[in-house]
């Protein structure tokens, strides 16, 4: 008698398959062990957009109507197994279909584990993964990020490894022969049948005790009621921008305390300050207007508002002015106009590192690389 | 037409599949031969499982994506007056969009099949579960029916060709299938070999009435009141003539697949000696089964009828399980604004069919569920509760109850 539950979290699009892989596969080999299950994507996620933190569920259970039971709840209230195939968003995630902030472990029961791919260890994960009441185990698949280009899926074997280390976390959701087995029927791949293999040894997990990890209370929003929302359908607009933080110099526009978007950000621009030339490009094809004009008239793209869609660095015409970093680097949405006039030399360098980082890390997601994916495939092939 | 016989499923096969994908399976089971499309959430998951079947040759029909919905539904009307057996759908506003086209399908009696991913209308636009969608066809002449589960939504989908086509019929069937609970969840189901279904289903024939050169006839000439009611008549008689066709495909349904439920028209759960007895439609019976279960537990005797078939209603059937009731809570997922008592449809037509009896039982209706809002276990046992009190009290304080509105 038990009915056992995994939600996949993944960035929209770019990882949706690969998403859907790992939930249909779960259901295919608990079958092999003789158990019924259903694999679905959260519905108010879509239409999915290009990296918004979207979930797909696996739940599987002995017999039909212990899965029926389960399934009174169409999003679980808690998971046994938390998947989060991008580390960026242990930072939390603010999906279409959640309000506010969601801890990327909000779902995890106790006693429960949270797998993510990612090349961080547990310490610097759980400077950005929200604190909790209850204990929970930690794993992580050391990895870079898959990721591909719009709907292109990248069959790097990560589903296959998160597969394997899923069998070892939770054994009682699905055995690692009936996992074996069944990958190899649906694939007929005998390398994805290693890599599952593989990750099932090689697994290793922490236990995270209550209240270990990032104490920040995640940015909420209450949804008003029918008595208190305007008649019509209507969405007063945000106030008119002003100067920059509230000053007569510069400019900020308005923006929505509750709607903040940052967690779709897998990347985010770093500014070179002193090559920025003022061109404005920056600040004018930013499809979410999140560059702020400083008082000496500089672009400071502000870390609460950026998407990470990396326009910005693609207009940029001076040579590393606008630099698309991984966003695991950071741990806070700190304005970096604020650390340069600080203290220049030590921003400099800390961007100099960050910048030369980026250049030898492929953390691509689509537009900031297009064709990014065909140049990988014909490198490996070469 | 299309005359090379899908051989996809050569042997029964369990599959991992949402219940629009079993929809596109039993069309190629079914061998449709025109399907015709037009993108709207959530219906659009039969279309893109359609076009990957044709696209790996696994089903061969003839595929055309319409400029909008309304000729969507246009062109499988006059493909099923030539004798094509069709399959097309809709959601929502799209739905509406082609309503002049759904209208004339019921009237000409061709038997078309449509899938309806049911969607609140806009606005807002929401792409969650509302009823109101399909129920417009309710005074149409149109067959309507409400799927629960995938592996019903492949099997309906299979009956939905049979009884629409049977000559004493030729009336189109919609299947209205829950958007996201039912579109868009993966589970297991049983897909029947070919030879299975070949045995069940046979060619849609339309006889004498088939639009060809070499039978001469003129379809839809303009009619005036000097014809009208004679030919809603016969609309009328061939919806009459419906259930019991129901009844015998049914039956024979059973019989070839070995599945099926006792009744084709409701589905009755702890309901046989029940006081208050929940009625909905739908997947809202998953939430609904489990809380009548929990609620059993504790000693309350509670049941859950599913109306499965809305059009042709049953109503003699309904009648007879519902008559020992004390009570009876309707969960509509749909509303209709300013009718009487200010309630849901499936309400006043449950109203409307137990005022007959003698003995009526207390009947309270409840608003649930709209834009694919989820139905609570809590808010159903919550409805067992103030129907339990409106029995007890005597006294009905509120009617029609906005379930789990914020105010």
Known sequence: MATRSVEVVYRGIFQRTMARNIVRNIV????????????????????????????QFAVVA????????????????????????????????????????????????????????????????????????????????????????????????????????????????????????????????????????????????????????????????????????????????????????????????????????????????????????????????????????????????????????????????????????????????????????????????????????????????????????????????? | MATVTTKLYQEPKEELISGSEAIGIACAL??????????????????????????????????????????????????????????????????????????????????????VGNRALDDPGAFGVEHNDAMAVRDLGWHLYWVATAQEALDMALIAYKVAEDPRVLLPFALSCDGSFLTHSQAIVQVPSQDQVDKFLPAYNRGSLQLHPDNPITVAPQANEDWLMEIRKQTDEAMRRTPAVIKEVYAEFKEVFGRGDDSPFIEQYMCEDADVILVGMGTLAMPTRVAVRRMRETGKKVGFLRVKFFRPFPTEELQEALKGAKGIAVIDRDYSYGSPGYGGVLFHELRSTMYPLDERPVMLNFIAGLGGREVMVSDVEEMVETTQKAIDTGKIDQETTWVAVRE
């Open chain 2, 30 to 115: 079914a061998d449709v031969d025109v399907i015709t499309a037009y993108p709207i959430r959530p219906y659009d998951t039969v279309m893109q499982y359609v076009s990957r079947l044709k696209a790996d040759g696994a089903f061969d029909f003839d595929y055309i994506i319409a400029e909008s919905e309304h000729s969507q539904f246009e062109i499988v009307k006059h493909a099923s007056s030539v004798g094509a057996r069709t399959f097309t759908g809709s959601s929502g506003v799209g739905w509406f969009y082609a309503f002049e086209a759904i209208t004339v399908t019921a009237g000409l009696r061709m038997p078309v099949v449509a899938m």
């Open chain 1, 62 to 382: 002995d017999t039909a109507l212990e899965l029926e039971e389960s399934l009174a709840v169409y999003e679980a209230s808690n998971v046994d197994v938390t998947i989060n195939v991008d580390d960026a968003m242990c930072k939390g995630i603010e999906s279409w279909a959640w309000y506010g902030l969601q801890p990327i472990n909000e779902l995890t029961r106790s006693g429960g584990t949270l797998i993510v791919t990612s090349r961080q260890d547990a310490d610097s994960l759980l400077e950005d993964i929200h604190q909790k009441d209850a204990p929970y185990n930690l794993s992580i698949i050391p990895s870079t990020v898959s990721f591909s280009g719009l709907w292109v899926y990248k069959d790097d074997h990560t589903d296959m490894r998160v597969l394997g280390a899923l069998c070892k976390a939770c054994p009682e959701l699905v055995s690692i022969n009936a996992m074996l087995e069944s990958i190899k029927e649906q694939t007929g791949s005998e390398t994805k049948v290693a890599s599952v293999q593989r990750a099932f040894d090689r697994f290793t997990s922490r236990l995270v005790e209550p209240g270990e990890g990032n104490t920040e209370t995640p940015f909420s929003f209450d949804m008003p009621g029918w008595k208190t929302m305007e008649e019509g359908v209507v969405i007063r607009g945000l106030p008119e921008g002003g100067g920059f933080r509230g000053g007569e110099e510069g400019y900020q526009p308005g923006r929505s305390e509750v709607f903040k978007k940052w967690s779709t950000r897998s990347m985010r621009p770093v500014i070179n300050f002193d090559t920025c030339i003022k061109c404005t490009l920056c600040w004018l094809q930013c499809p979410d207007e999140s560059f702020d004009i400083t008082p000496d008239g500089l672009y400071d793209a502000n870390m609460e508002s950026c998407c990470g869609c990396g326009v910005c660095e693609a207009v940029c015409p001076v040579p590393d002015c606008v630099t698309m970093v991984g966003e695991p680097e950071f741990n806070d949405n700190n304005s970096q106009w604020d650390a340069w006039t600080a203290d220049k030399d030590t921003y400099n360098k800390w961007m100099t590192v960050l910048v030369d980082k980026a250049k030898s890390e492929t953390r691509s997601h689509g537009f900031h690389h297009i064709g990014g994916y065909d140049e990988e495939i014909k490198a490996e092939e070469a």
């Open chain 1, 28 to 55: 295919f080999a608990a079958r092999k062990d003789g158990k019924i299950g259903t694999a679905f994507g959260r519905y108010s996620d879509s239409p999915e957009r290009n990296g918004i933190p979207a979930k």
